[in-house]
């Protein structure tokens, strides 16, 4: 994709492309996901970050009409919205079983670029909720409901 369409589709993270990148190399770089994940976007269309970005919307909007409804966490309905978000991520990026993305959850709760990209678009307080929906869906796949 070109710069413009970078910034279309990414907006602000189309300008630290080259720092965040670095980053995640250095901390997941030698990871089966990471390898999986720079695979699949390395051939990524507007197209395809518009079909991305449309699902992550939508699984946004359902967090935080959830929250805004205080629907508890390990709720089924919460549940649904954490597994739609893990399905989400093994589609477009790399597999992600329910243990990797209870782990992955962690740093939505621990750091702060994590958790403001969840809280921009749904409400303070969705990375600990979004967690605790995570935790519980793992915990649904576990019992196998």
Same mark, same amino acid.
């Given at each position: ?10 907006? /602000? ?45 939508? !699984? ?18 919460? !549940? /649904? ?7 989400? !991520? ?43 929906? !995570? ?11």
């Amino acid at each position: 994709m070109s710069d413009d369409d970078k910034r279309e589709m990414w907006g /602000d993270f189309a300008d630290r492309e080259d720092e965040l990148l670095d980053e995640v190399e250095a901390r997941w770089g030698e990871t089966n996901a990471y390898q999986e994940s720079a695979r699949k976007v390395s051939r990524y269309t507007k197209q395809d970050w518009a079909q991305i970005n449309a699902g992550n919307t939508a !699984i946004e909007a359902r967090i935080r009409e959830l929250m805004d409804a205080g629907a508890d966490p390990t709720s089924e309905e919460a !549940i /649904d919205v954490a597994e739609a978000q893990r399905v989400h !991520i093994s589609r477009w990026f790399y597999a992600m079983d329910h243990e990797f993305h209870v782990q992955k959850s962690q740093l939505y709760v621990d750091d702060d670029r994590f958790r403001d990209g969840i809280e921009r678009n749904t409400r303070p307080g969705a990375a600990e909720w979004l967690q605790a929906a !995570i935790i519980a869906n793992a915990r649904r796949a576990r019992l196998g409901r």
